[in-house]
């Protein structure tokens, strides 16, 4: 991030709760995708934190949610996601206008809806972001089945 120093390094992040849990779940993970409309920031959570977070930026926009102290990646966060990332990332914004144009009669069909489509949403946010990661990236990648 321009103008901005980091108190870690990168490659100080630790990847060990994602190795874990792309062991543990291979068939059912457990992930999730919140998106904050006021803020225009998305979260992509792929381990349940233990701990408070904090957003490690790897560019003006994008940056990794880890551990306060464990320093253990546990998603994403993307800044200016509707503004900046979807027009950027047409496989991601497909599936999102997808989810807010599709004729949804009640909040229960938009969230059974939703939760069937969010595992391709994570897939695609990953897939736009893992090689701009780095070593980390492609754990991530990894474990939302995303080959290397």
């Known amino acids: 991030m321009a103008g ?8 100080e992040l630790k990847t060990t709760h994602l190795n874990q849990e792309r062991k543990a779940n291979k068939i059912h993970p457990t992930f999730s995708f919140r998106y904050d409309d006021r803020a225009d920031s998305a979260l992509v ?6 701990e408070g977070l904090i957003v490690h930026y790897i560019d003006d926009h ?5 551990e306060e102290n464990s320093l253990e990646i546990v998603g994403l966060r993307i800044d200016a996601f509707a ?3 979807l027009p ?6 497909h599936l999102w206008l ?6 949804v009669s009640d909040f229960g069909q938009l969230t059974v809806m939703f939760e069937r489509i969010q595992p391709q949403v994570i897939q695609e ?6 090689k701009m990661l780095g070593e980390q990236g492609s754990e991530l990648a990894s474990l939302v089945g995303i080959s290397r």
């Open 45 to 50: 959570l792929l381990v349940q934190p233990q």
């Open 83 to 85: 503004r900046k990332f």
């Open 62 to 66: 994008i940056g990794f949610l880890h």
């Open 4 to 11: 901005v120093e980091q108190i870690i390094e990168t490659r």
């Open 88 to 93: 950027a990332n047409q496989n991601v914004q």
């Open 98 to 103: 997808d989810i807010k144009h599709d004729k």
């Open 125 to 130: 946010v990953v897939r736009a972001t893992w």
